[in-house]
């Protein structure tokens, strides 16, 4: 690219596309040392990612009972029809969810 004005010099730019990697693909399993068989006896029976997933539905679906109440609540006050049958639908959606991911 040349500037318009004065007797500038062409620059080239280097644009390189940026890509996402699974790093599962890539990981290498390596053999427990002494240490780390130790410490796996005393860890939960659940791999850690487990856990943070238990976790992470558990606050998920914590946020969506709220949701259903606070759209139960709206259909309580009161609403216009095109309202009422958008907050109905809502409400299907969601208990949909909890029923098929929450216990």
Known sequence: ?????GGGEAVEVNV???????????????PASAGNRKKQKRQSKK???VVLDDDRLSKEC????????????????????????????????KTAYLRKFCR
């Open 47 to 49: 791999p850690a990612s």
């Open 62 to 93: 914590w946020r969506v009972k709220s949701q259903i109440e606070r759209i139960e609540w709206q259909l309580r006050k009161g609403y216009k029809p095109v309202q009422g049958e958008r907050l109905r639908r809502q409400r299907r959606e």
């Open 16 to 30: 390189r596309a940026t890509e996402w990697v699974d790093l599962n693909k890539h990981r290498v399993s390596r």
């Open 1 to 5: 690219m040349l500037c318009e004005e």
